[in-house]
């Protein structure tokens, strides 16, 4: 994949960038190196402790869920926002866009939980457009690229013709580009890539949930209906680049279930 037409800054070393989805080989395409793939299996321990913390907490009355009115959640009335998501709407299917819009009210619910000071129209337009990669018109296919390498170009060249400011345009590509980490530092990589992390997260495997009330969820669900994310994102084995992030979580995943499937019935 070549975008050297489109210059981007950063550090070709953070897991995600787009500067790193930009390496050339033998780890171009999204592709990780050995260390890679460690850091990233630390980033899903980490996800795991921090669901067991909450387990814990839950338990003992020491957790309070965010819960607030659901109108008060609403992205704000810009242009970034309104084209991030016409994009969305006409490339993607509909159970992507609602997967998408679930993303956003998990992030949002998540940095209030936190009490983080959150951009919204930066989180919006990037979770909103953070699985572009995987919508119809794409030029690159998961097999011979990371949907998410790919999907953070898409998404940061779409905006940038419609004329946004360059810095948001950064700021939407790198979330985008960084979420699907397992976890993303806020203090390193700023609240809206860190929350579009964990709403992802909440959305295909639960994670964070009991941070954000049942009702509340309820109604996010019913606003928009989850749908077959096995099928729409397309999480199938074989079918990603392998050595990828995508390929490495399926993988991982499919490797639990047989390790469970196997394991022996205790008396």
Known sequence: MDFACEPVSGNENVLGSRAWG????PFSNGRLTRREKL?????LGRMALLEIGDGVASRFGFLQPSSSELESLAPP???????????AAEVQSPEVLSHSWRT?????LLGEYRRLDVDREILFAAAILHDVGLAKGREQEPCTCCFVV???ERAARRLASKGHDPARVRAVGEAIGLHLNGYVSSRLHGAEAHLLSRGAMMDVFGLGQRRVAEELQTKIKLLHPR???VEA???WPDHHLKGTRPEFMISLNARRRRARSVRPAVA
């Open 77 to 87: 009335e810009t242009r970034l926002v309104e084209d991030a998501l016409a994009f």
């Open 233 to 235: 994102l397309e999480i």
């Open 104 to 108: 956003y009210y998990w992030g949002v």
């Open 227 to 229: 749908g077959n994310l």
């Open 39 to 43: 850091a990233l299996l630390g980033n």
């Open 22 to 25: 930009r390496r050339k080989k």
């Open 150 to 152: 790919y999907g953070a």
